[in-house]
T-cell receptor
Framework: DSGVTQTPKHLITATGQRVTLRCSPRSGDLSVYWYQQSLDQGLQFLIQYYNGEERAKGNILERFSAQQFPDLHSELNLSSLELGDSALYFC????????????????FGEGSRLTVL | SQQGEEDPQALSIQEGENATMNCSYKTSINNLQWYRQNSGRGLVHLILIRSNEREKHSGRLRVTLDTSKKSSSLLITASRAADTASYFCATAVKAAGNKLTFGGGTRVLVKP
């Protein structure tokens, strides 16, 4: 058990809909990362938050948004869903390396499997 | 193309044999990490090697890093059926604020 909790584990929805994925990081971890894993694109970095602020952005679509709340949990919102959005969405958290929010070891949740029909 | 690319994409070995997989990357890194993923599960961190390190060991795992060749290798010695998984390298790229970028992974099958 990594200590990172993601809900829901599975989600089936229709095209055009909107879903929210939730992540609770390990106790004490300030950084939260979101990744998308699909068969054709591999593991793609979406976005990172550090202590409530957006720190880095990757290949995140404009239809997707995220935030990190004061209690450090994070939510990833996916809207106007398309078939191609079907994927495993992972959240990870980390303790930053000394000197700043640099990337050390990441602790991954078990993922939220999204199926868009 | 991705920052980190693993080779081979797939590997099939007998229990007890060693498994070696390689990772190549393009730009200067702060550190390189290896992760393991069992089918459909979350990734599990195996080992982190900093850019000023050349080799690290953890149990049956040995990781090397050659920054001049921009490559790393992961060796699993005396493999077990339970080592069957996908293995990913991930690079923390200095120029990209050290965000962690994953390669496509190597699928390892250890046959009993």
């Amino acid at each position: 058990d990594s200590g990172v909790t993601q809900t829901p584990k599975h989600l089936i929805t229709a095209t055009g809909q909107r879903v929210t994925l939730r992540c609770s990081p390990r106790s004490g971890d300030l950084s939260v990362y979101w990744y998308q894993q699909s068969l054709d694109q591999g593991l793609q970095f979406l976005i990172q938050y550090y202590n409530g602020e957006e720190r880095a952005k990757g290949n995140i679509l404009e239809r997707f948004s995220a935030q990190q709340f004061p209690d450090l949990h994070s939510e990833l919102n996916l809207s106007s869903l398309e078939l191609g959005d079907s994927a495993l969405y992972f959240c990870a958290s980390s303790v930053p390396l000394a000197g700043g929010p640099n990337t050390g070891e990441l602790f991954f949740g078990e993922g939220s499997r999204l199926t868009v029909l | 193309s991705q920052q980190g690319e693993e080779d081979p994409q797939a590997l099939s070995i007998q229990e007890g044999e060693n498994a070696t997989m390689n990772c190549s990357y393009k730009t200067s890194i702060n550190n390189l990490q290896w992760y393991r993923q069992n089918s459909g599960r979350g990734l599990v961190h195996l080992i982190l090697i900093r850019s000023n390190e050349r080799e690290k060991h953890s149990g049956r795992l040995r990781v090397t890093l050659d920054t001049s060749k921009k490559s790393s290798s992961l060796l699993i010695t005396a493999s077990r059926a339970a080592d069957t998984a996908s293995y990913f390298c991930a690079t923390a790229v200095k120029a990209a604020g050290n965000k962690l970028t994953f390669g496509g992974g190597t699928r390892v099958l250890v046959k009993p």
